[in-house]
């Protein structure tokens, strides 16, 4: 590092200091994000996904990520019905049941796309990841809750329902350390910034961007986050239903560390396999050295839970 960048102190430009990019059994292998057409028939939803899942990991998938709220439509008046229990588990759980078994039985990593989480009184928009023995490995529940108002185009007060999550959540699984956001989670640049100084390899949002933000920010959203960070972004959404009462935008995609778009789709159901690579994060890091280059000295990203838990 040359004398200046040392007088720049970027390493106390992430408190505490960034952590260094661990080595994952699994370094390169294929994502599959399924983009699922998503009804009012939860068990319907349940066997569409599980079917959505075995394709993705015929065709080589080792991680699968799915959409937010796959098994019930995206409503404040759908939440409280098709909330689960996933702590309880079992019949109180039967989407995370399956995505247990299948994990399992198929040893592959799950990003289990977001269901409605009933835990007491309370609901959340939770993300669980299952690694392949069929564990829970981590639940992430949606911490910055969706409420807009774009007069004359869309309305939504996810915070009626349901309450906002308290922590980030990273994971470490055979196929790397990942950040999990969901959605609106997207838009909060820090919580990016907070993944990729924990040392994540990937980030994963499930989200269901509609058609007025959909276009616009999306794919702008996942690229700035890969192109800021550094680091791979794979996002998962809803099939697009004109006919429901949220139109989801649809457009499941898979970004490298340069911000490329390596894997996308339109708007109809599909399966999307992207070839993850992470070797190809050193090489970006080490073209292109943000990290050393970082003006600690001017100002700092502070991950208040990792400092707290010092
Ligand atoms: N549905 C969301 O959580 C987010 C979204 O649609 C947006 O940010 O726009």
Redesign the pocket.
């Known amino acids: 590092m040359s004398s200046m960048a040392s007088s720049y102190k970027p390493e106390q430009a992430r408190v505490p200091s960034a952590l260094p990019l661990p080595s994952p059994p699994l370094t390169k292998f294929n994502i599959g994000l399924c983009q699922l057409s998503v009804t009012g028939d939860k068990k319907r939803n349940i066997s569409h996904a599980k079917n959505a899942i075995e394709e993705a990991a015929s065709k080589g998938a080792k991680l699968v990520l799915l959409p937010?709220i796959w098994n019930s439509p995206?409503s404040n008046d759908s939440f409280p019905v098709y909330a689960e229990d996933i702590d309880a588990g079992g019949d109180a759980s039967p989407s995370t049941a399956m995505l247990s078994e299948v994990s399992k039985r198929l040893k592959i990593t799950i990003i289990g796309g977001s269901i409605p989480e009933r835990f007491g009184d309370r609901l959340y928009?939770t993300c669980c990841v299952f690694g392949t023995d069929g564990e829970l490995k981590a639940k992430h529940r949606?911490i910055?809750?969706?409420d807009?108002d774009i007069p004359g185009k869309?309305t939504?007060m996810?915070s009626k329902t349901l309450t906002a999550g308290e922590t980030p959540t990273i994971v470490d699984t055979e196929v790397g350390r990942i950040g999990i956001g969901?959605?609106?989670?997207?838009?909060f640049q820090e919580l990016a910034m907070i993944y990729a100084a924990r040392g994540a390899h990937l980030l994963c949002y499930p989200?269901?961007?509609?058609m007025?933000?959909?276009p616009l920010?999306?794919e702008l959203?996942q690229r700035a986050r890969a192109t800021d960070n550094q680091l791979y972004v794979a996002t998962c959404s809803p099939a697009r239903d004109s006919g429901a009462g949220?139109t989801a935008?649809g457009h499941s995609t898979l970004v490298g560390p340069f911000g490329e778009v390596l894997a996308t789709t339109e708007h109809e159901e599909a399966i999307i396999i992207g070839e993850i690579d992470y070797s190809v994060l050193e090489q970006r890091r080490t073209s292109l050295p943000l990290n050393k280059q970082r003006r600690g000295d001017l100002y700092q990203l502070v991950d208040v839970q990792r400092l707290d838990s010092k």
Do not use: P, Q
Request: contains cysteine.
């Open positions: 937010e995206y928009n949606k910055h809750l969706f807009i869309i939504f996810e969901i959605c609106y989670d997207i838009r989200g269901a961007f509609n007025t933000t959909g920010h999306w959203l949220y935008w």
